[in-house]
């Protein structure tokens, strides 16, 4: 596709719920990172994808956090018994390779909302 | 530990005023800073910056690095409330790990 697409855009799901959030990456972008905004917060780490290497897990939260991207495309982030903190904004980014550090050609997905009521 | 602070956190300007947003960093082996634009989810790049002192222009928009202070600014002159954003600055730390992000400065811009 054109861009990084996300879905949902918006998801309400009850505590204690799992939830599922989506990434498309740009086609040949080999690089898929992960980041949850917090209201009037900064972008926080999550995961990191890196062609076939294995994912940088640094920034993930708590074990109730996994990702996973199949055939080195789409991802996945879900999230297991949802808590009302983990409501924020979840933005993906992909890059392509190429540059001399990944992070330089960052494209931003359009996020996923998440309310957790 | 890498950090990003950026200053002030929030700002509301008049249309025409000129904005000066500020990003201060500590990291390990500093290669770049990069400011993004994010109006309503995604951000946007707007500028990435290496050496000091070389201002990099986009219209109303520039930026510039003091990497002997550590910091960066980003100027809007004439501002439109169409600038009305959070500005996002960022680092890449060392090795190939992702961006660090700053908090943002959100600046509204009144008519």
């Known amino acids: 596709g054109a861009g990084v697409s996300q879905s949902p855009s918006n998801k309400v799901t009850e505590k204690g719920k799992d939830v599922e959030l989506r990434c498309d990456p740009i086609?040949?972008?080999?690089?898929l990172y992960w980041y949850r905004q917090s209201l009037g917060q900064g972008l926080e780490f999550l995961i990191y994808?890196?062609?076939?290497?294995?994912?940088?897990k640094s920034g993930l939260p708590s074990d109730r956090f996994s990702a996973e991207r199949t055939g080195g495309s789409v991802s996945t982030l879900t999230i297991q018994r949802t808590q009302q903190e983990d409501s924020a904004v979840y933005l993906c980014?992909?890059?392509?390779?190429?540059?001399?550090?990944?992070?330089?050609?960052?494209?931003f997905g359009s996020g996923t909302r998440l309310t957790v009521v | 530990e890498d950090k990003v602070v950026q200053s002030p956190l929030s700002l509301v300007v008049h249309e025409g005023d000129t904005v000066t947003l500020n990003c201060s960093y500590e990291?390990?082996?500093?290669?770049?800073l990069l400011w993004y634009k994010q109006e309503k989810k995604a951000p946007t790049f707007l500028f990435m910056l290496?050496?000091?002192?070389i201002e990099k222009k986009s219209g109303r928009l520039s930026s510039i690095l003091d990497k002997k202070e550590l910091f960066s600014i980003l100027n809007i002159t004439a501002t439109q409330t169409g600038d009305s954003a959070v500005y996002l600055c960022?680092?890449?730390?060392?090795?190939?790990?992702?961006?660090?992000f700053g908090k943002g400065t959100r600046l509204s811009v009144i008519a």
């Open positions: 980014a992909s890059s392509p390779p190429g540059y001399s550090h990944p992070a330089y050609g960052y494209t």
């Open positions: 086609s040949g972008h080999t690089a």
């Open positions: 994808f890196q062609g076939n290497s294995a994912p940088d």
């Open positions: 990291v390990t082996n500093f290669r770049s």
């Open positions: 290496t050496s000091s002192g």
């Open positions: 960022a680092v890449p730390p060392s090795g190939n790990t992702p961006l660090v």
